[in-house]
């Protein structure tokens, strides 16, 4: 059993490293692609034309008082011709909505809500009295228990016919719209969804609701993610994309073709995945009815969103996410390894199954069989010595090349300081941020197993000043 067990880790290694390399080489490909055709240029023809499409930028909204303020300003200033904002408050139990009220003169008015996707009990609809906030509008709705239930009431209340969903707590390029809509007009095939990379905005200076200048944060968990969200924009999902397998489009930034995500059901309302899932619904339909389709990305970090100051609110994040893994896997078993759905089921979901859903679950078995190697003195410790060497320093090569391209793409930091924290964040990152992954992926396919209800919202904001 042993032995049978030695060859499968072999193996196993052999395919994620290799997986690794054959990333990093579509990403390279693909930012040299991107850096070609993109361009201001291309901005400013963008904005004058009479002919671009409008983009409803949906965000909702959970007991969200310390930071829904500044952050709605800050979507309201984007620069793009024809755009709304469309503000979920999800039966938030703070005063979020009451802040919303009084800070933005907001009234409830006869709106025409047709459910086009079904969700928790719709209340009311606010607009401004101050035509300055003319293209906010507040959706209220009773409580749905998920970011994915009141996205479908966004998307409900929304009228152009592309959306843009992310988190009321996130801080957007102010040209964020110009940038992904790029991909949904230039393509050949039917452009489903489009994502673009997300940062960490703890320790960035604000001003006025926009990013005044970008620093990697102080603190060690923020600064692990965020390497770890470069390594997976940057890496695998702009890599995937180069032979359109992205997996998914984070919850925090992806735009959407309306139509085809009302017609596939718009977001699961039980999904604790909605990230993941929207896309495959998405793509699911599109094959479904014989239409071939694409899933983009963009290497721009457009996003800046509070990731979690500590190692409790890291754990709450992270049981939630790997909780809506195995959900997803469930829901979605039929795609696993099915030619009918292309690359999607016979690349993306086999990738997702393998290298995400079960690695938390390998390397635990891993070490306990260490464990009783070491007990019955089994282990060849040169051996073992050579072994982590490796893995050790592949690891901390794959993140400072994701550096290197990140660097390329777009120069975020203005000190050397900067940079150097994000490799000292490589060099720990093993021993201190990556155990603590593991743990919670576990933790959160034990409370999926057992039943138990998770409840989005629940991660508490330092807020932003």
């Known amino acids: 059993m042993l032995s049978v067990f030695e060859g499968f880790i072999l193996l196993y290694s052999f395919l994620l490293i290799s997986s690794y390399i054959l990333l990093a080489?579509?990403?390279?490909?693909n930012i040299?692609?991107?850096k070609s055709y993109s361009s201001e240029t291309e901005d400013l023809t963008l904005n004058n034309s009479a002919y671009i499409p409008g983009i409803s930028v949906i965000a909702p909204a959970y007991n969200e008082e310390k930071t829904v303020i500044a952050n709605v300003h800050s979507l309201l200033t984007l620069k793009y011709p024809l755009f709304e904002v469309v503000i979920v408050n999800d039966g938030s139990k703070d005063k979020t909505l009451e802040k919303l009220i009084k800070e933005f003169e907001l009234v409830e008015v006869p709106f025409n809500y047709v459910e086009k996707i079904k969700t928790k009990p719709f209340k009311r609809i606010f607009k401004s009295k101050n035509p300055k906030y003319d293209i906010l509008t507040i959706v209220d709705k009773e409580n749905g228990g998920t970011k994915a239930d009141a996205s479908n009431a966004g998307i409900n209340a929304s009228v152009f016919p592309y959306f843009l969903c992310t988190d009321v707590d996130c801080i957007l390029q102010e040209n964020t719209l110009t940038k992904m809509i790029v991909p949904f007009l230039k393509k050949g095939k039917k452009v489903v969804a489009v994502g673009a990379t997300l940062r960490m905005v703890n320790s960035c200076e604000l001003e006025g609701g926009r990013l005044k200048k970008v620093k990697v944060p102080k603190a060690l968990i923020p600064r692990f993610q965020e390497l770890e969200y470069m390594r997976a924009y940057l890496l695998s999902k702009f890599g995937w994309s180069l032979i359109n397998c992205v997996p998914n489009v984070s919850g925090g930034l992806g735009m959407f073709d309306k139509e085809i995500a009302i017609k596939a059901g718009g977001y699961d309302g039980k999904s604790h995945a909605e990230d993941m899932d929207m896309v495959t619904r998405m793509r699911k339909h599109m094959f479904d009815n014989g239409k071939e389709n694409v899933v983009d990305y963009i290497p721009l970090s457009c996003c800046w969103t509070e990731g979690p100051p500590d190692r409790k609110?890291?754990?709450?994040q992270r049981t939630r996410w790997s909780s809506g893994l195995i959900q997803l896997f469930t829901d979605h078993r039929k795609i696993l390894f099915n030619p009918k759905y292309k690359l999607m089921g016979l690349i993306v979901y086999p990738y997702a199954f393998l290298f995400e859903f079960l690695a938390p679950i390998i390397e635990?078995?891993?070490?306990f069989?260490?464990?009783i190697l070491m007990l019955f003195g089994q282990i060849n410790w040169a051996m073992a010595g050579v072994v982590f060497l490796f893995s050790y320093s592949f690891a901390i090569l794959i993140s400072l090349l994701i550096i290197i391209l990140d660097n390329v793409v777009h120069p975020y930091y203005d000190s050397y300081k900067d940079i150097f924290k994000l490799i000292i964040a490589a060099i720990l990152e093993p021993f201190i941020y990556h155990p603590l992954i593991v743990f919670y992926g576990l933790k959160g396919y034990i409370?999926?197993?057992?039943?138990k209800e998770l409840n989005w919202g629940s991660m508490t904001r330092a807020g932003l000043n």
Request: hydrophobic share 60%; net charge positive; glycine share 12%.
């Open 25 to 29: 080489v579509l990403s390279i490909i």
């Open 32 to 34: 040299v692609r991107y």
């Open 313 to 316: 609110v890291l754990g709450t």
């Open 364 to 367: 635990a078995l891993g070490l």
């Open 369 to 371: 069989v260490l464990i």
């Open 447 to 451: 409370t999926f197993l057992r039943g």
